[in-house]
């Protein structure tokens, strides 16, 4: 199956966007059919970003990668999907193991964090590992979001090539088996 039909397979259409009504306030932006088609660049865009994003250790991540989306006018169905790599089952290791690789970089010695959603636990233990974190966070994002663009690239190319040559093997097969034709060399 090539790449742009399994994406319409599992994407929801822009329709579905448009007529949400949730998000109708947008009316104008959600009109822009770069956000929604499916061609190597916005495709590759929108994964870059949605893997970007989701290394942004907020809970905002679908909200943002929604306007990165729109600004720079890539696929916004699959940058906001892609974001639910960090979700609430996965966020705890990905988050724990992008602290010990900033850790790491800095030349600091990790520590051993027991997350708790208390005033005190962001006042002593998150303040001790906001730096590690935010550098470890903005080195994968940076990572994952050129790798993920360039898997896109690489993976869009090849279905083109090996699409064209079906095309050239169906056509040479057709000129070689026609009678009376010959096939030009």
């Given at each position: 199956?090539?790449?742009r039909q399994f994406f319409r397979r599992v994407l929801p259409g822009h329709q579905h966007f448009r007529n949400h009504e949730k998000l109708r306030f947008l009316g104008?932006?959600?009109?822009?059919?770069?956000?929604?088609?499916l061609t190597r660049r916005s495709v590759a865009g929108g994964v870059a970003t949605g893997l970007s994003v989701a290394w942004i250790p907020l809970p905002i991540h679908m909200f943002i990668a929604a306007l990165v989306a729109i600004r720079l006018r890539?696929?916004?169905?699959?940058?906001?999907?892609?974001?639910?790599?960090?979700?609430p089952v996965t966020f705890a290791p990905l988050f724990y193991?992008?602290?010990r690789l900033g850790a790491w970089l800095l030349g600091r010695p990790t520590q051993d964090v027991h997350f708790e959603l208390t005033f005190e636990w962001l006042q002593t233990t998150f303040?001790?590992?906001?730096g590690p974190l935010?550098?470890?966070?903005l080195v994968i994002a940076a990572f994952s979001a050129v790798i993920?663009?360039?898997t896109v690239q690489w993976a869009w190319r090849i279905a083109v090539v090996r699409k064209l040559n079906g095309r050239r093997s169906a056509r040479n097969g057709r000129a070689g088996t026609s009678p009376g034709l010959e096939?030009?060399?």
């Open positions: 199956m090539a790449l104008p932006i959600l009109n822009d059919p770069d956000i929604f088609h890539v696929n916004l169905p699959l940058a906001v999907i892609l974001v639910w790599i960090t979700n193991g992008a602290y303040m001790s590992i906001w935010l550098l470890g966070c993920g663009y360039w096939r030009p060399d």
